[in-house]
């Protein structure tokens, strides 16, 4: 059977499937209203056709393949996918850091096309400024905008206080945990009021416990501020705990699989890990993933290095 008709199998299975997750309009009245919210919002992020080549060994690796999607104003939208699937290199083209080899990205109508203070990014590896303080790496954005100083101060302070670091405002970033680290890179994206924050894996490099809390630090902050979330990550337990939808990625060509829209309720709490909705979503990602998986790569080739007779296994 093609990958194709073993996916649309999938997407019809029968709700006795643990992994299967019904599209809102057959879901409870208060998801149904809560996506009927969303798609009544205008489009902030247009994805059309988007298609990225590199050169790569003699060879040409086609690292994004027809990647269409849009994402409403003030969604929170998850982009899953194994590695190697695009996902980098499709936040980069919406943030202007790189050119497509086809298709277009749009914000709030207009064409990307080079960075641009309507889109913040946020990485995983800690960026700060080590020579600024908190306060200082905020400010960063809205000096180069034209403020000055003391207009730039002005703007930043709410949004270090937003992120509970009023105390350390004039802390320098070695004196920070990687938690507080992330949560300037938040404050510093969010200062100049962009229409779009671009996340790549920004938690990835966090222990279990702060990344925990900074994913709930992360919806109290969108609960408050008019920003649209395109958040990269290939934790499926992040992308159900924070989305309202996810792309599910697969890789060689990298392109899109399926976008689901999750059924958990919000206000997103712990408890809702353990709850049937959040099972069947995590389900239905790990069965399109899954299945995505190279088999032939999944044993390393690799020769006994040790005489010992003693096995370990
Ligand atoms: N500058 C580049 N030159 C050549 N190939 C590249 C370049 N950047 C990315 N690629 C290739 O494009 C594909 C997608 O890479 P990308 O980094 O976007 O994947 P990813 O989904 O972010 O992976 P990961 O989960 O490991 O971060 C990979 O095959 C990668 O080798
Ligand atoms: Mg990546």
Redesign the pocket.
């Known amino acids: 059977m093609s990958g194709k008709l073993e996916l649309a199998s999938m997407a019809t299975a029968p709700e006795t499937d643990p992994a299967f997750v019904p599209e809102h309009r057959r879901q409870s009245a208060a998801v149904r209203e809560r996506f009927a919210r969303l798609y009544q919002r205008p489009v902030t992020l247009e994805i059309a056709g988007l298609t ?1 080549s ?3 060994g003699g060879g040409i ?1 086609t ?1 994004l393949q027809d990647v269409s999607f849009r994402a409403h104003r003030r969604e929170l939208i998850c982009v899953i ?10 936040g ?1 083209i919406v943030a202007g850091l790189d050119e497509p080899t086809g298709g277009s990205v749009r914000v709030d109508g207009e064409e990307v096309d080079g960075p641009c203070p309507n889109r913040g990014m946020v990485f995983q590896g800690y960026t700060l400024f080590p020579w600024r303080t908190v306060l200082g790496n905020v400010m960063f954005g809205l000096e180069v905008s034209g403020l000055s100083d003391t207009a730039a101060e002005q703007q930043a302070m709410p949004w270090v206080e937003m992120v509970g670091l009023a105390r350390f405002a004039t802390s320098y970033p070695y004196q920070l945990s990687g938690g507080m680290k992330q949560r300037v890179a938040i404050a510093r994206a969010l200062a100049t009021n962009p229409r779009l924050l671009i996340m ?2 920004p938690f990835a490099a966090l222990d279990a416990q702060t990344r925990a809390q900074m994913q709930d630090y992360l919806l109290q902050i969108w609960r408050q501020v008019d920003v649209t979330i395109l958040f ?1 990550t ?1 934790d499926l337990d992040e992308a159900v705990f924070l989305a309202d939808r996810i792309v599910v ?1 697969g ?2 060509p ?1 392109r899109v699989l399926e976008i689901v829209e999750v059924p958990v309720p919000r206000p997103r709490e712990v408890a809702h890990f353990e709850s049937p909705l959040f099972v069947a979503t995590k389900k239905h990602l790990e069965k399109l993933i899954h299945h995505e998986r190279p088999k032939d790569t999944d044993r390393l080739p690799i020769v006994r290095m040790t005489q010992v007779g003693d096995d370990v296994e």
């Not at 996918?81 to 499709?90: A, D, H, I, M, Y």
């Open positions: 990225k590199f050169e790569a690796v690292a996918g194994p590695s190697g699937c695009g996902k980098s290199t499709l980069r790549d894996e990269v290939h990625m890789a060689h990298g």
